[in-house]
DNA sequence: TAGGTCATGAGGCACGTACCTCATGGCGGG
DNA sequence: CCCGCCATGAGGTACGTGCCTCATGACCTA
């Protein structure tokens, strides 16, 4: 059993009692410092494990005197949902700083794999204990991840997972529900069916890639009468995405239902307002940004699909923290939830 | 300016210094000890606003040597969101403690105004720091939340709020944004218009009353064509809205929509599928729980409106931590949002 | 067997705050 | 004038962990 009971929580010293060692061993087992025997720290982890011992991450943060340092990666340009993380980081800031936290952001070429890899490449472990990052799958950038978390440093996914490497955590919704959500919205809007036109920013992401496959099997399970158009690569930049719209819209004067699962979608919304049928086509998008929010107003988008970008920062904070300090483990963190916005419930 | 720069956060021995005075002397102003005359607190105000100072969280519950005592009560009976409010806590039983907070969890009977004033009565600041409670707006329960204020215990409310009362913060939703959302895709549901019956749980609720002043005003404003019916009240019981489900159904053989914006679902759900118009008809209901899971599943339900009963747990804890620290000011949380489910974003 | 490497122990200081005791000086009342 | 109350200062210890130095003994190798 455990005898010191339910007074308190157990600390290195009960360790170091519990595990027949001394202090500074429990100390380098914990901090993975070199000079312990491998029979040795097995003793030490055993007797964590049986006291249930958990370091007390207050005193650690207060006892290091230094912060912990995090670097978050994001996309730079006109994609107006990057924008909106890099604003959520930056409201973070402050508030982090009290927990011992510093955070630093950088802001790279969207969907350019060798930027953001040499981003990756600069960091230094003395600068940096914890990346996050939104990529793409590149060979470049999956060897930058693995690079870096040789050198040290904690590497976690944002909005856009990559699975194969040796990043940490990923923190973002399901995208694959996300697109099976949009189906069934899209399919109860148009009891009647009718062409439903699909434009993703890159299906090289993998977060637009699995959207178009939840969307295409929940279409195609429960909605047969409705048929798909596209997917037409808009690159999540507003001009494209205008003109694939526009072009879109002139072809197919029947059109019904319009899902725009990447972004751009300032382009998208100019498109319907400057035809005559914005409010006539269902419209699903993706996150709530500022063109979004006015598309829903104005009635030229009748849904969108949202992750949080305050939550999920919120998210990759609290994962840093533990991840940072806990060492092996896997951070344990709230799922990002879909949040599904109409006019009415705009936040 | 600021003399320390920006290499090293400001500590209390930089207010000492600042405000001229003894660190004894801070450190009486900091915790409200007595000793101190107003002129010498006002000038350790002035230096702590001046040089920016933050009290080290950590530092500080390290040095306190106990744990932050939080206690939550929680409405009991067949109400199953108050069940996932109170495994929402369980869960985070654990983690909170390792980050010095420790949290207690009380059920009381359900809309029992007197049953919650005694539980407040008898909270002893000597145990609980911070109050997080679920109340209706009751003379009664008024009184004990200002009353255990007086006692130095931090009182929040949590899903419905109690304004007028000495209560520091509230979490949960915008109830009325949640009911002119239900309305929203009711309308949108039934093009056509058609009757449409509402169902609460007490009037009393201001949770309730809240959802269903905005149902009535959007439906009122934008769809004209449904005709509503009601409201009824179910006092959030399974078997009492069972049964005024089934007259509903009895008594309209044209209901085309049906919202409960308060609880008692799994009778919802069972007098529907009991009928043979499960599916035929909207429904849409309030947060996500076993039977309104089933419902959704099963199609008796179409949307569920949800506030993430984890997301409100981790405010909560957020928000008392923030508080019982801090002092007097405002805790900062993230809000509540509302939540929308279909059968395919189910989490 | 001497010198070297390595695992481990012992102990101390630091982090920023809370809280304690004791000393000191001012000031008013009897 | 002296006693006592009060505001304040000075300084200490403690919280649990990180990190440092130094000592000690075991073991290996030349």
């Known amino acids: 059993m455990n005898e010191i009971g339910l007074r308190r929580r157990a600390t290195v010293h009960d360790v170091a009692r519990a595990a027949g060692v001394s202090l ?54 006109s994609n107006e949902f990057m924008a909106s993380l890099a604003d959520a980081v930056a409201r973070r800031v402050g508030p982090a700083l009290a927990d011992r936290m510093h955070i630093e952001t950088h802001r790279i070429k969207a969907l350019d794999a060798h930027a953001l890899a040499r981003s990756l490449d600069a960091l230094d472990i003395r600068h940096c204990d914890c990346a996050v990052i939104v990529a793409g799958e590149e060979p470049s950038v999956q060897a930058a991840v693995d690079s870096a978390t040789r050198r040290g440093i904690v590497v976690m996914t944002l909005v856009s997972d990559l699975p194969g490497t040796q990043r940490r955590h990923f923190i973002g919704i399901d995208n694959e529900a996300a697109g099976r959500t949009a189906a069934s919205l899209m399919g109860r809007f148009l009891p ?112 969108v699909l949202d992750q949080n970008p305050d939550g999920e920062i919120r998210e990759a904070i609290a994962a840093a923290r533990s991840l940072a300090l806990g060492g092996s483990g896997k951070a344990a963190t709230d799922p990002i939830e879909i949040g599904i916005f109409l006019r009415d419930n705009l936040r």
């Open 192 to 303: 009647q069916g009718g062409k439903v036109a699909v434009i993703a920013g890159s299906l090289h992401l993998r977060d637009h890639s699995d959207r178009l496959a939840g969307f295409r099997a929940a279409l195609g399970a429960e909605f047969p009468a409705i048929e798909l158009i596209g997917p037409v690569e808009g690159h999540d930049e507003r001009s494209e995405t205008h003109s694939i719209v526009a072009d879109l819209l002139e072809r197919h004067g029947d059109l019904a239902g319009l899902y725009n699962l990447g972004a751009g979608n300032a382009g998208l919304v100019a498109a319907l307002e400057a035809s005559n049928r914005s409010g006539a086509i269902r419209v699903i998008a993706h996150e709530l940004t500022e063109p979004t929010r006015r598309g829903l107003r104005s009635g030229a988008i009748d849904v």
């Open 24 to 77: 500074a061993t429990v100390d380098r087992v914990l901090n993975g410092r070199p000079g312990v025997r491998a029979a040795t720290a097995e003793k030490v982890e055993a007797a964590i494990a049986e006291i249930g011992f958990q370091r007390d991450l207050s005193a650690s943060l207060l006892a290091r005197a230094r912060d912990l340092k995090l670097t978050f990666i994001i996309p730079d340009g």
